[in-house]
């Protein structure tokens, strides 16, 4: 079974939280909630899901994690200015673990540094800025490369879920 | 005076629409706000600040208006996943009319592929977009470069409205 690091403040998309959430644990997989705070309440943009923090950044060794999980909505956006953040996130491209990044999710990695040549989508409004971030980018509800697994939006989960999963160690 | 379009939609940061149309109006400048839809109620993202929009995107016409702003949150980035607000942005461009945009309201300059070698500035987050994007960017609380003014954050809004009222014909 896989660890898997999840970064997420308030304000990230409620659905692209819960729903790859309920995708891991169905297969028996752990995700921590990293945030600047342990025991924090934070909040999605549309209201729907409150979730208790389960790690602060300062204590957060990325090489604990099997695979990161960047929820989106606005949550990224927040992370990427805070550079503990951007350098956890490094850690799983460096050793090549498994990255799941949907919608303003690869906002984190394009501060990382990290996404030159790499086949990706994501949100339509930060697709300009992914190409300028050396990415090759496709309008495709799900793009995999070499375990960086990224999407659009909630209307992709299902295709997320099932990509993210396939990477992770049963 | 001039008259200023200001594209804005929900999720504004309500001080950098307030702020400036305050300065703005002190001098007899008068701001239009517009937003997809005519007489919609928009909220900034702290909940402080409610507007009415007073023009629909289809409706405006950017040569009726002399100068653009953009106020910052995270508005902007939802503006620039539609064609309509992108494209009426690069006339301000292409004219040399003044462009005053605080936070991540450049991130619609980006999407409008206008920043190549201008010099400018805007919220943390969004700089490395804005280098890339091909912009020369200062870490100041305001840059001015041939009428295009901009600013990082609220705290830099006394400088910003400062230089923004500078470029607006009395």
Known sequence: MSRIACVMTNMFEDSEYTSPLEAFEKEGHTVTVIEKEKGKKVTGKNGEAEVETDMGIDDADPASFDALF????????ILRADDRF???????VLHDKPIFAICHGPQLLI???????????????????????????????????????TSRTPHDLDAFNRESVKQLKA
Do not use: C, N, W
């Open 111 to 149: 501060t990382a540094d990290v996404l030159y040549g790499r086949k990706m989508t994501g949100f339509v409004s930060i697709q300009v800025d992914l190409r300028h971030a050396g990415a090759v980018v496709f309008d495709e509800e799900v793009v995999v490369d070499h375990g960086l697994v």
């Open 86 to 92: 951007v350098a956890f996130s490094k850690h799983f």
């Open 70 to 77: 960047i929820p989106g909505g606005f949550s990224p956006d």
